[in-house]
């Protein structure tokens, strides 16, 4: 985006995404900011599935919103992921996600030892809950540690792995 519109990319975003709320499928979106001058702003898309934003993508209300961003956006550009290809972003690179089977093989060496671990410390202190509260702090702890402590560790851990020798 250019230097200095950034508020005007703002308000260009709440458009656009008032715009894709319309459409079936819709799930949401969001404006992920940069967190430092330069880098790059993205809107994140959420469809119930492949045809519903494809549907969006191909519509002549998009389109129309991407040529009201020609003055201010410098370059645009379209990433595709899953979900589970976030937990394996690595900082300052924008290779694509790696194979699925990595995925999964780094994900479950980081996930067992976490469960086991969280069976034998957390659990215990919760055997008096009912089983709906003891299943939501269980899942809440285990998806926060895998998200911002665990998964980030293991993407720098495994990268050759992962990404190979680059």
């Not at 990319?9 to 949401?28: H, M, N, Q, R, T």
């Not at 992921?81 to 300052?92: D, I, K, N, Q, Y």
Request: net charge positive; aromatic share 12%; glycine share 8%.
């Amino acid at each position: 985006m250019a230097a200095g519109r950034e508020r005007e990319f703002e308000d260009w975003s709440d458009g656009v995404i008032g715009c894709a709320s319309k459409f079936p499928g819709f799930l949401g979106a969001g404006i992920l900011r940069p967190t430092s001058v330069g880098q790059e702003w993205h809107i994140v898309y959420r469809f119930a599935d492949q045809p519903s934003l494809k549907r969006w993508e191909a519509s002549p209300q998009r389109a129309e919103w991407l040529r009201k961003a020609d003055d201010f956006i410098e370059e645009t550009g379209v990433q595709r992921v899953s979900g589970l290809e976030t937990w394996f972003a690595m900082p300052g690179r924008t290779a694509p996600a790696p194979p699925r089977w990595k995925m999964a093989l780094t994900t479950l060496t980081a996930i067992v030892p976490l469960v086991v671990l969280m069976n034998l410390t957390v659990l215990p202190l919760l055997s008096g809950w009912p089983l709906a509260a003891r299943t939501l702090v269980f899942s809440a702890t285990l998806t926060s540690l895998m998200t911002w402590v665990v998964m980030p560790r293991m993407t720098r851990l495994f990268r050759r792995f992962l990404y190979g020798g680059r």
